[in-house]
């Protein structure tokens, strides 16, 4: 494997927490579970270092960011300033095929059973990809991404107290008729809502588990 294809698998790994925050990576066992040597490892190791992924630590190695609730919110507020612009790039460039396959992508969210929440989050991160590639926006959708990638983990692991699900599903919605609409304002609305609500819900879920550790 290559660096960049070693570093992707790891970014998914953390991305779906496979590999938690917090967690010390253990580059020898990494490195057999891929079949690679340490160099390549290393290399693609320094690469999740600079999207913030991991942190090198001196005598640990690369251990998976941890993330507090203010800084969740800090990176909510950067889902603000770069999502919600890119909405008259993504109406520009959707097609009717492009919604279809959105639109799929939440009637499979809709339809997963309530144990499912692997499965309904995975969908809910590539409905989020899909339609801001929409924009071909290079280098704004690689900062999205990146900034998705590091709070991922978090909506994962609240997903079970993220408001209702329904509530969720119904911003998608939303979002898919603000681009059969064709109407670039009503999909930048679309957007912001989901980014607030989405703070707000995950915010208050990580702030009310500290409180309930600390008991």
Do not use: C
Request: glycine share 6%; hydrophobic share 45%; proline share 5%.
């Amino acid at each position: 494997m290559r660096p960049d294809e070693i570093a992707s698998a790891l970014r998914r790994a953390v991305r779906e927490r496979a590999i938690p925050p917090g967690h010390a990576m253990n580059q020898d066992e990494l490195a057999r579970q891929y079949g690679v040597s340490r160099i390549p490892l290393r290399e693609a190791l320094r690469t999740l270092a600079g999207e913030g992924l991991v942190i090198m630590k001196p005598g640990l190695g690369a251990v998976v960011t941890e993330l507090r609730p203010e800084e969740v919110e800090e990176l909510y507020g950067l889902r603000l300033r770069l999502e919600p612009p890119l909405a008259g790039d993504i109406i520009d460039h959707v097609g009717r095929r492009d919604i279809d396959d959105i639109d799929a992508l939440v009637q499979t969210m809709i339809a997963l059973a309530p144990s499912q929440l692997e499965e309904w989050s995975s969908a809910n991160y590539r409905f989020h990809r899909r339609i801001y590639e929409l924009s071909e926006q290079r280098h704004a959708v690689r900062l999205v991404v990146q900034v998705l990638n590091l709070v991922e983990p978090y909506v994962r692991m609240h997903a079970h107290v993220l408001g209702s699900r329904r509530g969720i599903e119904q911003r998608r919605v939303a979002t898919v008729d603000a681009l059969r609409a064709g109407d670039a304002a009503l999909l930048h609305n679309a957007i912001e809502a989901s980014i607030l609500a989405g703070r707000a819900e995950l915010v208050a879920s990580m702030t009310g588990a500290a409180a309930d550790s600390t008991l």
